[in-house]
T-cell receptor, first 121, second 113 residues
């Protein structure tokens, strides 16, 4: 079946503009993650969605960042008033959690999309 | 603080040669460790996963080892191919309700013909 898809693949914007990045997870995967990967850095966790539960937004770097997941499938990451330091590759991953009820699972295989390369001029 | 350190940062080898990448971590309590391969312009792809009780896992020419006592892992690539050129990322997950894994910065491997 189809893997995780992201769009656009590349986005160049001017400082101060808003951008929306889209992620289509693998069908049936209830967990969805957004990460940011800056040059030479490890992946930085941004936000986690699991089913109908409230998302974990603990990784969002500022209130300019927000994300939604509609219908438990497609997710959109929005960055308002972009800054040059927002330039990075934004990766989305989905998984099918296999942990026990009452707590989030750890270490389920995450399937990554190709990422969106964001450049803020 | 949970950390994952990888070495070397970059590595250049000739096609056909073997190489070993290292990963040290401080994630505790430990659940599992994965090695991912990330080709340029692509998302990471899982190569191996090891839990506490496993000390070696192979996937074709890739062999990962884990020493949970010293909190070290290695990824050995045998008979390297040009297509092995990529970034290799060590990812460690903990238990206790933490579902956010800790990612290393990766080792950039270049295989020359």
């Amino acid at each position: 079946g189809a893997g995780v898809s992201q769009s656009p693949s590349n986005k160049v914007t001017e400082k101060g503009k808003d951008v929306e990045l889209r992620c289509d997870p693998i069908s049936g995967h209830t967990a969805l993650y957004w990460y940011r990967q800056s040059l030479g850095q490890g992946l930085e966790f941004l936000i986690y969605f699991q089913g109908n539960s409230a998302p974990d937004k603990s990784g969002l770097p500022s209130d300019r960042f927000s994300a939604e997941r509609t219908g438990g499938s497609v997710s959109t990451l929005t960055i308002q008033r972009t800054q040059q330091e927002d330039s990075a590759v934004y990766l989305c991953a989905s998984s099918y959690p296999t942990g026990t009820s009452g707590g989030p699972p750890s270490g389920d295989t995450q399937y990554f999309g190709p990422g969106t390369r964001l450049t803020v001029l | 603080k949970n950390q994952v350190e990888q070495s070397p940062q970059s590595l250049i080898i000739l096609e056909g040669k073997n190489c070993t990448l290292q990963c040290n971590y401080t994630v505790s309590p430990f659940s599992n460790l994965r090695w991912y391969k990330q080709d340029t312009g692509r998302g990471p792809v899982s190569l191996t996963i090891m839990t506490f009780s496993e000390n070696t896992k192979s996937n074709g020419r890739y062999t990962a080892t884990l020493d949970a006592d010293t909190k070290q892992s290695s990824l050995h690539i045998t008979a390297s191919q040009l297509s092995d050129s990529a970034s290799y990322i060590c990812v460690v997950s903990g238990t206790g309700g933490s579902y956010i894994p800790t990612f290393g910065r990766g080792t950039s491997l270049i295989v020359h013909p």
